[in-house]
């Protein structure tokens, strides 16, 4: 039982160490539905940095107008008629340690843009973090198929 036993966990070990087992999961590529479940964001990589692009919205028809919702609470009253599907969220989004990108998002809710952690905690689990000062929040995504 034994020899069965140091099999077993020397099979376990050469599975989690094998090439590629560690890259699926720190991989934050894909489409993740924000933790309202309001927003789609398509996370890809862009050169030494990851991007993130809003593809999907819940509502994406202004009630009030009858048209697209478009970034109005942004301070920039030149960016404030862009649409809302195609918004850019991150910026400068570098690698700062396994599974984990460190810059900065964008909320499209109050026009802010914030220092912000994005880690991949599981194959289908995205914490995006953001901070004003000291105080911090966060949300977790979860990855969909489209």
């Known amino acids: 039982m034994t020899a069965r036993f140091g099999f077993f966990v020397t099979l376990l070990i050469a599975l989690f160490n094998a090439p590629g087992a560690s890259a699926q999961i720190s991989d934050p590529s894909g489409i993740w539905l924000t933790q309202a479940g309001?927003?789609?964001v398509?996370?890809?990589k862009c050169g030494a940095q990851i991007c993130g692009v809003v593809v999907w919205l819940r509502d994406p028809v202004n009630p009030a107008t009858g048209q697209p919702m478009v970034d109005d609470?942004?301070?920039n009253r030149a960016l404030?008629?862009?649409p809302m599907i195609g918004l850019?969220?991150?910026t400068d989004m570098r690698a700062s340690g396994p599974?984990?990108?460190s810059g900065?998002?964008?909320n499209a809710d109050d026009g802010g843009t914030y220092v912000s952690n994005v880690s991949v905690s599981g194959p289908d689990s995205l914490r995006v973090e953001g901070c004003v000062g000291a105080l911090c929040g966060g949300e977790?995504?979860?990855r969909t198929r489209r």
């Open 38 to 40: 309001d927003a789609k």
């Open 42 to 44: 398509r996370v890809s």
């Open 73 to 75: 609470k942004n301070p």
């Open 80 to 82: 404030a008629t862009r």
């Open 88 to 90: 850019p969220l991150f």
């Open 99 to 101: 599974n984990r990108w």
């Open 104 to 106: 900065h998002i964008y």
């Open 140 to 142: 977790t995504w979860t």
